[in-house]
């Protein structure tokens, strides 16, 4: 009996862990701006994934690391904001729960990147976390081109 509440906990936790981390290909750019929910989750996804390639690139590329940082500060506060709004929450609560999602979420993307390099030598190849990178650099370029365009009018 504890052999079969075991397998259920694995396939459990497996399925959690896929859910967790799906392709973002079944979003666009137009889709975050006009809706909030894809907005935060798409968010909370790129700064998962930029947060978990800056832990594991940081000591052999440094620079580079610090570039995927820098991108995850940019996205942080409009994914806080859209937690706020998606779940209509107080910013305290949402910075905690916030938080927490990144902070969990960037360990299964490195997690899955581990997983990748030993299969294929890269962390990103013959996975969709690559294409996953190239939306979030788009996402993370978009919104930069909104803060500068507000900034300037």
Do not use: Q, W
């Not at 904001?81 to 910013?91: Q, Y």
């Amino acid at each position: 009996m504890n052999k079969f509440l075991a397998l259920i906990a694995i396939l459990y936790f497996n399925s959690a862990i896929a859910k967790n981390i799906e392709p973002l290909n079944n979003y666009s750019l137009e889709e975050i701006f006009t809706d909030e929910k894809a907005s935060h989750t798409v968010l909370e996804r790129c700064i998962s994934l930029y947060s978990a390639i800056t832990e594991l690139i940081n000591k052999e590329h440094p620079e580079l690391a610090k570039s995927f940082f820098e991108m995850a500060n940019t996205l942080y506060p409009y994914g806080l904001l859209s937690l706020e709004k998606v779940e209509k929450i107080s910013s305290n609560e949402a910075e905690k729960i916030f938080f927490k999602n990144i902070t969990n979420l960037s360990k299964i993307y490195i997690e899955e990147m581990n997983i990748n390099g030993k299969k294929y030598g890269s962390y990103l190849r013959g996975s969709f976390l690559g294409d996953d990178l190239s939306f979030c650099h788009e996402v993370t370029k978009s919104i930069n081109l909104v803060i500068l365009e507000s900034n300037i009018e």
